[in-house]
């Protein structure tokens, strides 16, 4: 008789625990309020350098929901006076760096496989994103494949100080079980 051995991530126990290092992190930095979310978001940045272009702020951050806010400034302005196109795309790919590993189950790993981008109106002023992904008490269920590797779409939405939508993105995202 073999007797297997369960490996980390393999049990149902520990296939609920999520990605917690970015969250707790956040939490940390978050009892210091707005300090201590700018703080985080340094951190972010420091990890992936290229966001620092935008000069983010991470209001929000839970398991499947994240806000992130951008500010209007010159570096990231275009030739009209609008938020930059890429600006705004960087804004999107940090929400949803920010709320996957927030949520996605320890066990897994993401890559980003595309980006679907329609800018709605013209972008001014200091722009919100938000990204929620999976049911309200199930956030996880966003990464329940029928097999993996798979693909999932992580859905962001921008907006500006009044309310209205801006920028509507989808990421794809190829998600597969981490090497043991």
């Known amino acids: 008789k073999v007797i297997q051995k369960e490996t980390p991530g393999s049990s149902p126990t520990e296939r609920k625990r999520m990605s917690h290092r970015v969250l707790d992190v956040y939490k940390k930095c978050s009892n210091y309020g707005m300090l201590g979310k700018r703080v985080f978001s340094l951190l972010f940045c420091y990890k992936a350098p290229y966001f620092w272009t935008i000069r983010p702020l991470v209001t929000q951050l839970e398991p499947g929901k994240v806000q992130v806010e951008m500010p209007h400034r010159i570096m990231s302005s275009n030739h009209i006076g609008t938020q930059h196109a890429i600006a705004c795309c960087n804004l999107v790919e940090m929400a949803m760096g920010c709320v996957v590993e927030a949520t996605i189950p320890s066990d897994l790993r993401w890559i980003p496989r595309g980006m679907q981008v329609e ?8 722009l919100t994103a938000t990204s929620t ?28 100080k009044d309310g209205v939508e801006v920028v509507k993105a989808n990421i794809e995202l190829y998600i597969s079980r981490k090497k043991q």
């Open 119 to 126: 800018y709605l109106a013209k972008a001014t002023g200091t």
């Open 133 to 160: 992904m999976g049911a309200k008490n199930h956030p996880q269920s966003a990464f329940d494949l029928q097999e993996y590797p798979g693909n999932i779409s992580v859905p962001v939405s921008v907006t500006d």
